[in-house]
């Protein structure tokens, strides 16, 4: 028997949503933050967006939830030297908030791996 649907699970989906839009509507946002060594960076962000909204629908269904929650904790460890580049690189600007954002969302990226990983176990 399947888990029923927790918050976490739909908060998670949520940001996935989130997230995917913005990479699918405005690359241009995340291609800073791509490591130099991948080429083709536009089409690495359109494919991580694709990626999320995969996750997110596969967390939100029974018979994919587990293998979404493979998928969504594996991309949240893939991205996550992204988002490490993001808030180094934001620490040379003068943007207070800008800074304390992109460093709260280091930490902030456990309890969603913590999620996805409940989800896959079941």
């Known amino acids: 028997m399947t888990a029923p649907l927790s918050k ?19 690359p241009e946002v995340y291609e ?12 690495v962000v359109y494919a991580s967006g694709v ?5 997110a629908g596969g967390l939100l269904h029974p018979r994919t ?14 991205v996550y030297p992204a988002n490490f580049k993001m808030a180094a690189d934001v620490q040379k600007s003068n943007k207070t ?6 460093l709260a969302r280091l930490p ?10 409940k989800a896959a176990r079941g």
């Open 8 to 26: 976490d699970l739909v908060a998670l989906s949520g940001l996935f949503v989130l997230s995917a839009t913005i990479h699918l509507v405005k």
């Open 32 to 43: 800073p933050i791509m490591p130099e060594a991948i080429p083709a960076k536009r089409e």
């Open 51 to 55: 990626l999320e909204l995969l996750c």
């Open 65 to 78: 939830r587990k293998v979404a929650g493979w998928a969504t904790a594996g991309l949240l460890l893939a």
């Open 97 to 102: 908030a800008l800074k304390a954002g992109t």
């Open 108 to 117: 902030m990226q456990i309890p969603m791996i913590r999620t996805a990983l």
